[in-house]
């Protein structure tokens, strides 16, 4: 695994492995139109049994927060990009801040990405 505990704390660097790690999981999928990259940061999700590190970026919504909350259904900001060790990759959309508070899967670095990986045009 190439995210470890530190990569989680304020003071921490951006390590060249993170940032390959990033670039690969940007390379995995393709964007979706309604992803952004003005949000993009590494983390460890729990899926599947296991903790798996994935690339975290924006989602476009036009339903507005109150709107979903209201609504009882979740507000799916985030896109989740993870790979499971057979190579099947697969890309998300959870609420981060229910998979962080609630559900205690998702683990978020405190480093934005954005000007660090290779963001496609």
């Not at 390959?20 to 979706?32: H, M």
């Not at 507000?75 to 508070?101: C, F, R, S, W």
Request: charged fraction near 30%; include cysteine; proline fraction near 3%.
């Amino acid at each position: 695994m190439t995210i470890n505990e530190k990569d989680f704390k304020s003071f921490a660097q951006v390590r060249p492995e993170i940032v390959q790690l990033a670039d690969r999981l940007v390379d995995l999928l393709p964007i979706r139109e309604d992803e952004h990259f003005a949000f993009t940061r590494v983390g460890l999700i729990y899926r599947n049994q296991a903790w798996r590190e994935c690339l975290l970026t924006g989602r476009s919504i036009t339903r507005s927060f109150k709107q979903s909350r209201l609504s009882g259904k979740d507000h799916n900001d985030t896109y989740a990009t993870y790979q499971m060790p057979n190579g099947k990759v697969y890309k998300v959309a959870v609420d981060i801040g229910k998979e962080q508070l609630i559900c205690e899967t998702l683990r978020v670095a405190t480093y934005d990405l954005d000007e660090h990986i290779g963001i496609p045009c």
